[in-house]
């Protein structure tokens, strides 16, 4: 008797191939990545020297999937300088690349800085794909000959911002790595299909120039993936990295720091600052980096009034907290001054910690994940409805122009961040400090210190209006 085909396990899928862009400033790195990841991520400007940290992301091309680090560009420095730094950092992206794109800039020519590259990948091994970007046109024809003087074969000619090309980029990186890109499917996983423990949590790092976001960044990852330094204002645009926490994971934003807007001169630094902007209202957790020494200042204050009112669940870290003398009194000065500025998110949660000495980091983690599950709590109908009839009861609304407003019952319509409907007669009259007054009750009965709450009053019909309105028959 034949025995039953035995079923097979199916095969993982084998890992997306990591492929890096690089090239010298300006040759258009930022553009080709945001094309081949189809979102405008990265920061565009004809500024050389935008882009100072990798940025990774997903890319598509036709029937390929990989993964596309985009570089700071490369500059002939040495030492110590924050361009010898932007180097090293591009030269760790080539060599832990599977393959190098690199790319030229077509209209320019092979300039002495491409030359000087060339020689930098051949001494890492790196594996080279040239691109010639910029080739729209007849002006790119010098250019895109000399290529072939860089030594690594014939260059492909594209056009980043005009998405010309990619037909003949996609039969070369699959000529290149027919065994890691050159396979359909490997789809990006839907997210809202997860359960609610593996789906990551968007957490943005936030605060003024040179508080130790990217230092801190640097220490949750256990690498040295952000640039650092003395200088402020290093990070200008927002880079996104994957971590987990105990088998928890996150997506760890580290922004551009945000000063006061009447300090805001330069153009580069109204983009970075519109960056980091965008990724408080896009992430689900805030993390409010202060310096320990300086405290709560106004430009701190107001990043924290942003984050609430885009309903942001919000931690407030304190960094260098070595530093500090009296640990007791700084905390308290700290709580006494936020909740003074900002009651509406009284109990908010603090980390306090040492990012260059990588202290404490696990009650960070700890309190993103307490403010973020408390942000996704969901309250039960029947108890909404006894609180209200409590604390109504106890403190009833007061009567405006003669009518007292009525509430009838609420039910929470929403979470991230819990959002209350109230459902009653002449709800417009509400004054603000009796919705407070509720705010703060529904913060102390069900347990949401630290998290926005909202309220949308629903006007109910009356049952007899229409009745009224009929012409009564004889």
Partial sequence: MDKEPQEQPLAEAPPLARIAIVGRPNVGKSTLFNRLTARRVALVDDTPGLTRDRREGRARLGILRFRVIDTAGFEDADGRSLEARMRRQTETAASQADLVMFVIDARTGVTPLDREFARVLRRLGSRVLLV????????????????????????????????????????????????????????????????????????????????????????????????????????????????????RPLRLVDTAGLRKKARIEDRLERMSTGDTLRVIRECQVVALVLDAALGLEKQDLQIARLAVEEGRALVIVVNKWDLVDDPQAVLRALRDRLEMSLPQIRGVRFATVSALHGRKLDSLAEAVFAAFDIWNTDLPTSKLNRWLEGVTSAHPPPIVQGRRPRLRFCRQTTTRPPTIALFGNKLVALPDDYLRYLENSLRDSFDLPGTPIRFVLRQTENPYAEKARRPRRE
């Fill in 132 to 247: 010639a970007n910029k080739c729209e046109g007849k002006a790119g024809i010098p250019g895109l000959a000399e290529g072939h003087a860089l030594g690594f074969g014939d260059p492909v000619p594209v056009s980043a911002e005009h998405a010309e090309g990619f037909d003949a980029l996609a039969d070369a990186l699959r000529a290149a790595l027919p065994q890691t890109v050159a396979a359909a499917g490997d789809e990006e996983v839907d997210l809202t299909t997860l359960p609610p423990e593996q789906r990551p949590i968007r957490l943005a790092v936030v605060g003024r120039p040179n508080v130790g976001k990217s230092t801190l960044v640097n220490r949750l990852l256990g690498e040295e993936r952000m640039l650092t330094g003395p200088e402020a204002g290093i990070t200008r645009d927002a880079i996104e990295t994957e971590w987990s926490w105990r088998g």
